[in-house]
């Protein structure tokens, strides 16, 4: 199993680019989530999804999409890159009954909004 | 305002000596509380957990306490060895009114196990 992966590694955008970011989870796990890590700040929610075709905002939704089409994938979008939004993004997904809180992470994306 | 605190960036234990990590969080909503750990240029991993109505939960050489009066739950890691050499984020879980299920964490305590 390769768990949870994440497309692309690293990224430099110009401000006002946009660019998807990829998950996908190959534990049949109901719940995904992207964060945000800043230095000095831990890891910020942005987005989850409780399953296929769901999504619900976090604590920093703004200047953010995403998509849940297909189980194992979990999309993260910026339709016009901001500096503000430099950080390194993190998904993560989890079971949904057994052991809900427990989440497995992704190696993150590296993100430079010039 | 942060809700999940760690207070300490840093620390440096010798190793085979108690490494101790401390949080302190501010919401008395939450009602789980988890350990990462977290290498570079990797996402975290899951270490241990405790649920609010324990006080105490051992794995091995981690046990996590909880003194839901004080609103503080530490890490110990005993004996500490130099692969434990990582950061470590205390995370908060709760239902937020606003959005549902909602995962908090600190802003991480570097630890360094010294040889």
């Known amino acids: 199993n390769a768990g949870v992966t994440q497309t692309p590694k690293f990224r430099v955008l110009k401000t006002g680019q946009s660019m998807t970011l990829l998950c996908a989870q190959d534990?049949?796990?109901?719940?995904m989530y992207w964060y945000r890590q800043d230095p000095g700040m831990g890891l910020r929610l942005i987005h989850y999804s409780v399953g296929e075709g769901t999504t619900a905002k976090g604590e920093v939704p703004d200047g953010y999409n995403v998509s849940r089409l297909k189980k194992q994938n979990f999309l993260l979008g910026l339709e016009s890159a901001a500096p503000s939004q430099t950080s390194v993004y993190f998904c993560a997904s989890s079971y949904s009954r057994l052991r809900p809180r427990e989440q497995y992470f992704g190696p993150g994306t590296r993100l430079t909004v010039t | 305002d942060q809700q999940v605190k760690q207070n300490s960036p840093s620390l440096s234990v010798q190793e085979g000596r108690i490494s101790i990590l401390n949080c302190d969080y501010t919401n008395s909503m939450f009602d789980y509380f988890l350990w990462y750990k977290k290498y570079p240029a990797e996402g975290p991993t899951f270490l241990i957990s405790i649920s609010s109505i324990k006080d105490k939960n051992e794995d091995g050489r981690f046990t996590v306490f909880l003194n839901k009066s004080a609103k503080h739950l530490s890490l110990h890691i005993v004996p500490s060895q130099p692969g434990d050499s990582a950061v470590y984020f205390c995370?908060?879980?709760?239902?937020?009114?606003?959005?549902?299920?909602?995962?908090?964490f600190g802003p991480g305590t570097r630890l360094s196990v010294l040889p």
């Open positions: 534990m049949n796990h109901e719940y």
């Open positions: 995370a908060a879980s709760g239902i937020h009114r606003n959005y549902g299920q909602n995962f908090v």
